[in-house]
């Protein structure tokens, strides 16, 4: 099944752990919050099978819950299955 993912930019609180589980999904905009690579965060393009472990790990991994992941696109809002 396919998955997606986004950060909640207003509870990112910039500190790198899912950068560093899944460096080929996040990454850091000038402020250092986080956001999707593959989609500029806008939580519509389905992640490659082969990164979806990646993902799992930043979602688990990330403190204030910011990442985000879904079977449903979040079509740029990070709250819409909350």
Do not use: R, W
Request: aromatic fraction near 8%; glycine fraction near 8%.
């Amino acid at each position: 099944m396919a998955k997606y993912t986004i950060i909640d930019k207003e509870t990112c609180i910039a500190c790198g752990a899912c950068g560093a589980s899944a460096p080929d999904i996040y990454d850091y905009d000038d402020e250092g919050i986080a956001y999707v690579l593959l989609d500029n965060n806008e939580g519509t393009t389905k992640i490659p099978s082969i990164l979806e472990e990646d993902m799992l790990d930043a979602f688990e991994g990330c403190p204030t819950g910011s990442v985000k992941v879904s079977n449903q696109s979040f079509h740029g809002e990070p709250t819409k299955f909350d």
